[in-house]
């Protein structure tokens, strides 16, 4: 589809079509998905499915030849622990070739994988593994003590170098080793899940996101269209499998294309990025705005005139504002294009690398093919140009929707024919819109309702600004202002009069009514474990400042 016009693809979009073109089995006989995203190119034993930059280990290239004998050995361990089709099997591991041996031995199996961030402590942890009956965990020597604390934890699968301790876990090196390479995948339908994932949780309690087998054709028409992900290109997409957007489109849709992804265990530099991005080659890049954010806070990090050889960049998570496209662009020497989605139905709208469109910047874009996105004003009622509502996506015009509402019933989402996101956007009348806000983070201040992503974008166009938090705070005669909590670069002093420039460029840039009328300097912001900022926990910082 590259160089072909944007349209509206799902008011003729064919699903059965796109299926039988690249599933290798049938979606109403039954696949397995391990088979769909490794085993069928597992036939030519020069193709690599990974590269991996370790931390104390050497690197490492795994072929998709390799990859199909590992997790046979681990779908063979799990049929041995009882493990079968729609169990569910959890990964507390870095960024390893273990964890791609798990995932895909897992999906093989006909269970369910579920991902577990390595961030997390032993609470988060044994919420998701109680909730979702997990069978089975595994783990690393670098995470096996948060487990300790974990209640009714299933068993333990445990990869060492050190071999059998007092734990007594299942020792993953030596269990597979004494399996075969031969194993039957398990066929699961179109509806059966393939991922247990959980929502992250900003707001009360994670929600369980089951992802069934046809979300694997959503998958593939995001790589395609709006990643353009191309059989030349080396891919790499920087978040972790922990989260929905590295497990969704830096393990499965790379590989249900048959492309090369790339694990980077170290942590989040620009020195490890740039090396990264070096040493492989890298032409397609993926990653969260903070991370485009901190390379360009660290531009001195890259040498004035270097080509990296970037041939385009992806971002998803939160809105890009103008400067760092700009920058992008300029020092990566690639177009960045901005993509929106959520745990619960993977990407739904973007800005399509393969497909000409016009891009405004700072918008998300238009709806991904296969699904209808539209904006609902207070009456579900789709909204006009110019006019702001909630983001929906129309289920019954989106042949590739695959949310099936949440696990356990936490929540009902939808509304009629449309499923409900929770996020405010305004509609350019053409397909397109931009992000404004979570509707619970609108601030309205003296009558006027206010985006906090619009104000966060214009602080950020100031040199000193590295992140900021826009939040309202409760005041008697505006019923809110605009209060934003600013980290500034070490170069710069958190002064008066900082804060005066600060507030006179949203002014100036925005509105009378949506500068900031407090600046609070600080040393971070409070994140989710995916780098979203947790704006409730400013806004109650903010509340109770004002109860004083």
């Not at 991005?277 to 660290?298: D, F, H, Q, S, V």
């Not at 936490?410 to 509304?415: A, G, N, R, S, T």
């Not at 840039?509 to 900022?533: C, D, M, N, Y």
Request: aromatic content about 10%.
């Amino acid at each position: 589809m590259s160089n072909q016009a944007y349209k509206p693809f799902y008011d003729q979009f064919d699903a059965q079509q796109l299926a039988a073109r690249i599933l290798q089995g049938d979606l109403t006989q039954g696949i397995n998905v391990c088979v769909e995203i490794c085993d069928k190119w597992a036939s030519d034993p020069n193709r690599i499915a990974l590269n991996y930059q370790g931390v104390e280990r050497p690197p490492e290239s795994w072929s998709f030849a390799r990859l199909k004998a590992e997790s046979a050995r681990f779908a063979n361990l799990l049929s041995q622990q009882g493990v079968g089709k729609g169990d569910r099997v959890a990964a507390l591991l870095p960024r390893t070739p273990e964890l791609l041996v798990v995932i895909l031995g897992t999906l093989k199996a006909g269970a369910v994988y579920q991902p577990l961030f390595t961030a997390f402590g032993p609470g988060a942890i044994e919420y998701r593994l109680d909730k979702a009956s997990t069978r089975l965990v595994v783990t690393d020597d670098q995470n096996r003590f948060k487990l300790d604390d974990v209640k009714n934890c299933p068993p333990i699968v445990r990869v060492t170098a050190a071999g059998p301790d007092s734990h007594q876990d299942i020792d993953y090196h030596g269990s597979l080793a004494a399996q075969s390479e031969q194993f039957e995948p398990v066929l699961v339908s179109a509806d059966d899940p393939m991922l247990q994932m959980f929502t992250s949780g900003t707001v009360g309690k994670s929600k369980g996101v089951a992802v069934p087998a046809r979300a694997l054709l959503s998958f593939h028409v995001y790589m395609t269209w709006a990643i353009d992900l191309k059989p030349e290109d080396q891919y790499w997409n920087v978040a972790d499998p922990g989260w929905a957007y590295g497990l969704y489109y830096a393990v499965i849709g790379p590989l249900l294309l048959g492309a090369t992804t790339h694990f980077n265990e170290n942590g989040f530099t620009p020195e490890t990025t740039y090396r990264m991005i070096r040493e492989y080659g890298i032409t397609n890049l993926a990653a969260a705005p903070t991370a485009y954010r901190m390379l360009m806070a660290n531009d001195h990090v890259l040498a004035k005139d270097e080509q990296l050889g970037l041939r385009v960049a992806s971002s998803a998570g939160e809105p890009l504002n103008p400067e760092v496209i700009s920058w992008v662009g300029r020092r990566l020497g690639c177009p960045v294009m901005d993509h929106y989605g959520q745990t619960e139905t993977g990407m739904t709208c973007c800005n399509h690398h393969a497909l000409e469109h016009p891009v405004r910047v700072g918008s998300m874009g238009y709806s991904l093919a296969g699904h209808r996105v539209v904006a609902l004003n207070g009456e579900y009622e789709e909204v006009g140009q110019d006019e702001t509502g909630q983001l929906a996506v129309d289920v019954e015009h989106s042949p590739l929707f695959f949310f099936q509402g949440y696990t356990w019933g936490e929540k009902d989402p939808f509304h009629g024919r449309y499923y409900l996101t929770g996020d405010v956007v305004i509609s350019h009348g053409d397909g397109s819109y931009s992000f404004t806000g979570r509707d619970d983070d609108i601030i309205t201040t003296a009558g006027y309702r206010v985006g906090p992503a619009d104000v966060e974008s214009t602080l950020l166009e100031h040199p000193a600004v590295a992140e900021s938090g826009v939040v309202g705070k409760p005041d008697s005669s505006r019923g809110s202002v605009i209060k934003a909590y600013v980290v500034i670069k070490p170069q710069y002093d958190p002064d008066e009069t900082l804060a005066d420039e600060l507030k006179e460029l949203v002014r100036n840039r925005l509105s009378t009514h949506a500068f900031p009328r407090e600046i609070e300097f600080v040393q971070e912001l409070p994140k989710t474990p995916s780098g979203k900022i947790q704006r409730f926990i400013l806004r109650n910082q903010a509340r109770e400042e004002a109860d004083q």
